[in-house]
């Protein structure tokens, strides 16, 4: 499984990657292999402020809908246009093109987690 050392992560399979005060936000390697095939990625969220642990939006998969859960508190700025038309994005390049949204950070709280811990939730 992959879990990219400059990221973070959450226990609920969410990868956080900060630039500045804002980060981009997405599913790990590890819950689009568990979601299987994508098909439908619901975000209604944009400019709304949220907070950690809250639901930021869903995946839709051909096995399973799983809620998203915000990593940080934040404004969310942007989603990934991408998805739109491209959901398999998420499971061809979770930590890259198939990121879901791009958040101005309020709070980073303290439940994030370093790559090696991520490992040691998910067995990796």
């Known amino acids: 499984m992959n879990a990219p050392e400059n990221l973070f992560y959450t226990e609920d399979h969410e990868w956080v990657r900060f630039e500045g005060d804002e980060a981009f936000i997405g599913v790990t390697d590890f819950a689009q292999g568990e979601l299987g095939d994508v098909v439908y990625v619901e975000i209604e969220t944009e400019g709304e402020s ?21 990593p940080v508190s934040g404004e969310v700025l942007e ?9 398999e994005l998420v499971n061809s390049d979770p930590y890259g093109e198939g990121w879901m949204i791009k958040v101005k950070v309020s709070d980073k709280g303290d439940k994030l987690l370093s790559a090696a811990e991520y490992l040691e939730v998910t067995g990796g």
């Not at 949220?50 to 915000?70: I, Q, R, W, Y």
């Not at 989603?79 to 959901?87: D, Q, R, T, V």
Request: hydrophobic share 45%; glycine share 6%.
């Open 79 to 87: 989603i990934n246009p991408s998805l739109e038309a491209n959901p």
């Open 50 to 70: 949220l907070d950690a642990g809250e639901v930021f939006g869903t995946v839709e998969a051909v096995k399973t809908v799983s809620d998203l859960f915000m």
